[in-house]
């Protein structure tokens, strides 16, 4: 995904996966946010065997991409046999 907003600093770079982390507090106070989003997309895709990537520049925008390896780890486990909406079905209590 690449965006053209204001870009993050190559000083912030580092930490931009952490939770709570943005680029600045004025891009929290303009945007809002929590800056829970890259972090739970980074440890998705991590526990997926992949991984996440930001470049980015200043003033231009930033560019984030997702790779992942051609198997994914078998600690994923085996797809639901009742199809991907059984949990859905089953309501919040399981039943």
Request: aromatic content about 6%; overall charge negative; some cysteine.
């Amino acid at each position: 995904m690449t965006d053209t907003g204001s870009g993050i600093p190559a000083d912030r770079l580092g930490g931009i996966f952490e939770p709570f982390q943005q680029a600045g507090r004025d891009v929290a106070r303009k945007h809002g946010g929590s800056g829970l989003g890259l972090a739970i997309a980074h440890r998705t895709v991590a526990a997926m065997g992949g991984r996440l990537t930001v470049e980015s520049e200043v003033d231009r925008g930033s560019r984030f991409a997702f790779t992942f390896p051609e198997h994914l780890p078998e600690s994923l486990g085996e797809p639901d046999p009742a199809g991907p909406d059984a949990a859905l079905d089953r309501g919040p209590c399981g039943g």
